[in-house]
């Protein structure tokens, strides 16, 4: 044991000493700097009193502020955080299953048609963000949270969150171009940590003597959860591959054993975020509309609003959509005729399975039986803190453990892109 954590601090110091990563780790820490800088600067106008009992008694806009960094909860010039980009990339994956031009796009045009389906993206992040601003803006007034001002205000208020949006993911992006970590989902990360302190403070201010074992219990289940989020996230079938031997002139090609690596949690935390980012929809709307004029659209919103809060309804829900956007998310990342037609033209084939579309038939049957796994698993995780609340009832952590969830998956990708970079340069990786 000694000796692991010893290496582990040589490999922290082999980190260091490389110029090119340690130059990148600093530029992404700089960048997250800015980022918690940005959303701790408050819009003018706001009733800090009225806005921290309101996110403490709405559960959707809390999942919501998890997105924003902690902006939102702030009402920050980053208030809506990377939510619309997120929303966009949800919309715009959905239209490659409908619009076979754009999933050609996608896939078969390489760096250039992926570049240009990005770029579709950003744009239509845009509009997105300045709908979702002046929603938010009508709801805070509706709840005397925003003081009410002219069409100038409004105006200045939806340009500046758009531009906070577009700030982000402009940051997202320089992050992501490092290779070292996806620059999104570093920033919900980053958000989250910051807000550890004061969920923390929430459970020690609560403290209840009378439930030391029910604390004991909840410490035990998230030491196990990263335990499994962990060995999940790691784990994988490997598919045999064998190459035919080859001879040209008077050397002799190929003839060597491998394997294709298909791993269980194939979409990483992506469908976390794409299910959460659905969930916040139908209680946003609702809680926007229960304020209306028309008796008929407020009764129908409260008890819209009411539906989500049952948590039976809303962890199901949430499990059904993890599990979809799992399946979803690996159809979209995992191509099993491009896959068998690359084995093909290489020489390799899968030992008792024949070359072309029966290889890529067996590749679509095991991705699909290994994706349930995975996805069942993903489910479970995320609606885990709804079956500890109900045998704990301690209320503090129905936001932890998506959180949780999602910091454990975005360190094991960090570490294993800077394992990369540091094999690249022929060190020895973690």
Sequence with gaps: MFADKIGMFQKIIQIFKVKELRNKIFFILALLVIFRLAANIPIPGIDQERLKMFFEGNQFFGLLNLFSGGGLSSISIVMLGVGPYITSSII?????????RLEQIYKEEGEAGREKFNQWTRWIAVPLAALQTIGMISLFRSQQIMAPSGAYGLFSIVIVATAGT???MWLGELITEKKIGNGVSLLIFAGIVSSLPSAISRIVSTWDPTQFFAYVFLLVVVVGAVGAVVFMTEGQRNIPIAYAKRIRGNKMFGGTNTHLPLRINQAGVIPIIFA??????PGMIANFLASSSNGTVASVARAVGNFFQNQFFYGSLYFLLVVAFT???????????KIAENLQKQGGYIPGIRPGKNTSEYLFRIMNRVTLTGATFLGLIAVL?????????????????TGLLIVVSVVIELIQQIEGQLVM???EGF
Excluded at 95 to 100: A, Q
Excluded at 276 to 281: A, N, P
């Design 385 to 401: 803190p709804f079956i500890v609340q109900g045998f704990t009832k301690i209320g503090s952590i129905s936001i932890g453990g």
């Design 166 to 168: 577009i700030f982000l």
């Design 425 to 427: 340069r022929d060190y």
């Design 276 to 281: 959460m980012s659905i969930m916040l929809f």
């Design 92 to 100: 715009m994956q959905l239209m490659t299953m409908i619009i076979p």
């Design 327 to 337: 399946y979803f998310y690996t159809a979209v990342v995992f191509d099993p005729n």
